[in-house]
């Protein structure tokens, strides 16, 4: 009998961890399709506002998002590459629980672990009014997509263009138009700006890195599926 119940909880593991690395029908990983693709997906990491992992990703994950949305970065990249530079992604699809831990941290004022890498002069429950963080994302929606430009050739391979302030970092020198910063960062985001527009992307104006598919095909969909 004990022999049986081990073998049943066994089977019940196998099976979840299958239905857990199914995607929703519509989901693709981003890397099966755009080549050269770099990903530092911060959130499955301990490098993030929260500084850790956040709920909903775990180390080593892989990046996901629409199938509308790897063919246009796929453009995207293939138009860099004549360039010699490609695209670096941060975060593309986000299920809602990690929206609901962002949440639960904004909530907890003794924790200010990351404060000074990621907010200095903000105060974090203020991070949802002021616009760095939504309750409801499009990243949910699957074809929304925080990135950078890389080098591909040269003694810079494999670095970021420099863009004036890091990704996710919460204040008015991430705003697209924020004028204090050098003429080769302004250049570096228009840059970014337009070769994601010309792909039929939508800018935010307070994130230089935030891009969201214009014609997304789940706009009203906010999904919390996950997959390792």
Known sequence: MLFNTKLFFLLFFILSLGRAQELT???????????????ELRYATTDNFMGRIVQGYRPNQKVIGTLALAKALKKVQKQLATQHLGLKIFDAYRPQRAVNDFIEWSKQPQD??????????????????????AEKSGHSRGSTVDL?????SGS?????????????????ISHYNYKSITSTQKENRK???EVMISAGFVP???????FTLQKEPFYHTYFDFVSF
């Open 25 to 39: 029908k519509g989901f693709t990983y981003l890397e099966n399709h755009i080549p050269n693709l770099k990903v």
């Open 112 to 133: 200010t672990l990351t404060k000074q890498k990621y907010y200095p002069k903000l105060v974090k429950n203020r991070l949802f009014k002021l616009g760095f963080i």
């Open 148 to 152: 950078t430009l890389v080098y591909r």
């Open 156 to 172: 810079k391979k494999g670095k970021a263009l420099d863009m004036g302030s890091s990704w996710d970092f919460f204040g008015i």
């Open 191 to 193: 840059l970014l700006r």
């Open 204 to 210: 935010y104006e307070k994130e230089w890195w935030h």
